[in-house]
């Protein structure tokens, strides 16, 4: 990820959990009373809190090592690309960071489906209405978003039987060269929206306020 991004997303983190950073700040405050107030400090107290350290450590790396493993995926899918390859990751990790914006789902899970996309189609314009197909597919059905990506990775391969009992149903007279872009287009119809619509809800929220600590996890892995 762009540093630029990483500073945005620690801003906007702040910002939007602005009320939990205080709840914490709060907690670390009663127990420097707690500790201040007591003259002994048992063995179980400092276990307990290296553990919760080591906790803290261990999220930040593991988010660290997913991003980094979705990003080496991507650029693997595009190789095929030669000297185009950097350009197209990099419009797609964009597009990937502003869904998150716009949208329940991290960047990093976006990232991982893109690749899977890249693997079959390797235009730009397809895998990029892709991904905004995947994510409104995924918010719209409950799918999870993995699966969503699997099932266009399927019609882009030529396979669209599985997605017709979401009522994406294929002609089979069309040309299979145009049979993906007929998917993309009837999904389009269909779920179009629904992502940017669905993070209005409670719970849209929710998950984006985990997405922003994720990036603060991944930033702190990172360093």
Same mark, same amino acid.
């Given at each position: 990820?762009?540093?630029?991004? *990483?500073?945005?997303? /620690? $801003?906007?983190?702040?910002?939007?959990?602005?009320?939990?950073?205080?709840?914490?700040?709060? /907690?670390?405050? /009663?127990?420097?009373?707690? $500790?201040?107030?007591?003259?002994?400090?048992? $063995?179980?107290?400092?276990?307990?809190?290296?553990?919760?350290?080591?906790?803290?450590?261990?999220?930040?790396?593991?988010?660290?090592?997913?991003?980094?493993? #979705?990003?080496?995926?991507?650029?693997?899918? +595009?190789?095929?690309?030669?000297?185009?390859?950097?350009?197209?990751?990099?419009? +797609?990790?964009?597009?990937?960071?502003? !869904?998150?914006?716009? *949208?329940?789902?991290?960047? &990093?899970?976006?990232?991982?489906?893109?690749?899977? $996309?890249?693997?079959?189609?390797?235009?730009?314009? @397809? +895998? /990029?209405?892709?991904? @905004?197909?995947?994510?409104?597919?995924?918010?719209?059905?409950?799918?999870?978003?993995?699966?969503?990506?699997?099932?266009?990775?399927?019609?882009? #391969?030529?396979?669209?039987?599985? !997605?017709?009992?979401?009522?994406?149903?294929? &002609?089979?007279?069309?040309?299979?060269?145009?049979?993906?872009?007929?998917?993309?287009?009837?999904?389009?119809?269909?779920?179009?929206?629904?992502?940017?619509?669905?993070?209005?809800?409670?719970?849209?929220?929710?998950?984006?306020?985990?997405?922003?600590?994720?990036?603060?996890?991944?930033?702190?892995?990172?360093?």
């Amino acid at each position: 990820m762009s540093k630029s991004f *990483t500073v945005k997303a /620690r $801003l906007e983190a702040e910002d939007k959990a602005s009320s939990v950073v205080e709840k914490v700040e709060g /907690r670390f405050s /009663r127990l420097g009373s707690f $500790l201040s107030s007591r003259f002994v400090i048992t $063995l179980g107290d400092v276990t307990r809190a290296v553990k919760a350290v080591a906790g803290v450590f261990g999220d930040m790396i593991e988010a660290s090592a997913e991003a980094e493993k #979705a990003n080496k995926a991507l650029d693997a899918s +595009l190789a095929g690309l030669g000297s185009g390859a950097a350009a197209v990751a990099a419009g +797609l990790r964009e597009q990937a960071a502003a !869904l998150q914006q716009t *949208t329940r789902f991290e960047d &990093d899970a976006i990232v991982s489906g893109q690749a899977l $996309l890249a693997i079959y189609t390797q235009n730009e314009a @397809q +895998l /990029r209405a892709s991904t @905004q197909a995947a994510v409104d597919f995924a918010a719209a059905t409950g799918t999870d978003l993995q699966s969503a990506f699997s099932l266009l990775a399927k019609a882009a #391969a030529g396979s669209t039987e599985s !997605l017709s009992r979401y009522g994406i149903i294929i &002609d089979d007279n069309i040309p299979q060269a145009e049979k993906f872009e007929a998917v993309l287009a009837k999904m389009n119809a269909q779920f179009g929206g629904r992502a940017a619509a669905d993070v209005e809800t409670f719970s849209g929220v929710l998950a984006q306020l985990g997405n922003a600590f994720g990036e603060l996890q991944e930033s702190a892995g990172n360093a």
